[in-house]
């Protein structure tokens, strides 16, 4: 028995109360299935969006022209679409969309049996399709016909890894088959909309095997040329036990090439920060140094992403001598931070420096202080900075 939140449950009886079908439908009547509490709800129903917006008193036309209006209730919002079926698709991923009156053809446009079910809470679950066989063996498999699913939608094919990825399904054979023969058709796919989906494989709690479907389908390299490299490199490694917010960083840095590691990802399209966090991660990867000084560099220029930062670095090296080096440094309290040294831009202004010196200088000082912490004071630093200024460093 499902227990449906008041919101979604309010949505329902208001659309039946006025004569409509409605039922929940898609990934949050997969996640209650799975016992799991859902991000978001979906509702499908043979009202129109006209009779929807009258219906209730806050929404949102989000999709007007696909029959999509997000109703809002309680701050929670429920997206509410009429029953429709897919014709023509263009460019492998846009349908032109014609409404219906049959929740049968609004299910069987769906891409997979797992999100192809409808659920109302007096005529309980209606499954045409066997997700809900699927669901207890955890398969991933496409309704119908997985070539036509595919063809008409190629962005279904990463979804499709993503989703045994994200559950820890197998993917069903023909469906699989089918992924891999029409895998040329994602090259038709917008770079933001592949962006996504590999991001959301890769952050799984189980992305080792989003990995290893990725590879064993070719998707992989028809995304990222370089994706056999990748591959082959993180497949010797914990990839799974990565922070979060650094495994798309940890994936692309282990090219160990800054310049293409840029190139890669701003091919598609991600945000500067990620691109910054994998260059990094890639630079770090690549400086030759005692496992003592890598720690206190990094701890030096990050330090509150510093143990993140220390964990990556060390999956990636398959070498953990260097997080337990860092909680020894830590605890001995040998660690510092770039801005806890005792000098600033307006004491070299004092001593007169000026524009591009000042920088200069100041990073000779930090790696001064680097290797020497217990020198971080003003006297020692001006005295080093004097014998900087009069030549006797370089």
Not at 79 to 101: G, I, L, Q, S
Not at 162 to 187: D, G, M, P
Not at 235 to 245: A, G, M, N
Not at 265 to 279: C, H, P, Q, S
Request: net charge neutral.
């Amino acid at each position: 028995m499902i227990q449906l939140k008041n919101e979604p449950m309010k949505v329902i009886r208001t659309l039946n109360q006025h004569g409509f079908k409605a039922y929940l439908v898609g990934g949050c009547l997969r996640d209650y299935l799975l016992s799991k509490e859902p991000k978001d709800f979906d509702i499908a129903t043979d009202a129109k969006p006209e009779d929807v917006i009258h219906l209730f008193e806050k929404t949102i036309p989000t999709g007007i022209k696909h029959g999509t209006v997000t109703v809002i209730i309680n701050g929670v919002k429920i997206e509410v679409t009429t029953f429709r079926v897919e014709k023509e698709y263009e460019n492998h991923r846009w349908p032109k969309v014609e409404f219906t009156n049959s929740l049968f053809e609004d299910l069987r446009r769906r891409d997979f049996t797992i999100n192809a079910m409808a659920y109302h809470p007096d005529e309980g679950l209606i499954d045409y399709f066997g997700g809900i066989e699927d669901l207890r063996n955890k398969i991933v498999r496409c309704v119908g016909n997985p070539h036509e699913r595919f063809f008409e939608d190629a962005l279904r094919i990463l979804r499709c890894i993503r989703f045994a990825t994200q559950l820890s399904f197998v993917i069903e054979n023909k469906t699989f088959e089918a992924l891999k023969s029409l895998k040329h058709l994602l090259k038709k796919i917008s770079k933001e909309r592949i962006n996504i989906e590999l991001s959301k494989t890769l952050e799984s709690k189980n992305s080792s095997y989003g990995l290893e479907l990725l590879y064993e389908s070719s998707v992989g390299s028809i995304i990222i040329p370089e994706y056999s490299q990748i591959y082959l490199y993180l497949s010797q490694v914990d990839f799974d036990f990565i922070p979060t917010k650094f495994k798309v960083p940890a994936f692309f840095a282990c090219l160990k090439d800054g310049i293409l590691v840029e190139k890669l990802m701003r091919d598609l399209k991600f945000e500067k920060k990620k691109i910054n966090a994998a260059v990094k991660l890639s630079n770090y990867l690549t400086i030759e140094c005692s496992h003592d000084k890598l720690v206190k560099k990094i701890f030096f220029e990050e330090e509150k992403e510093a143990e993140e930062i220390l964990t990556t670095i060390s999956i990636l090296k398959s070498d953990h001598r260097i997080l337990q080096i860092f909680n020894d440094l830590k605890r001995e309290n040998k660690l510092i931070h770039k801005k806890d040294v005792q000098l600033s831009g307006e004491d070299l202004l004092v001593l007169g420096l000026r524009g591009e010196m000042i920088g200069k200088v100041l990073n000779s000082v930090y790696e001064y202080i680097l290797e020497n912490p217990e020198k971080n004071n003003k006297d020692d630093i001006l005295n080093y900075v004097n014998l900087y200024l009069q030549g006797g460093k370089n």
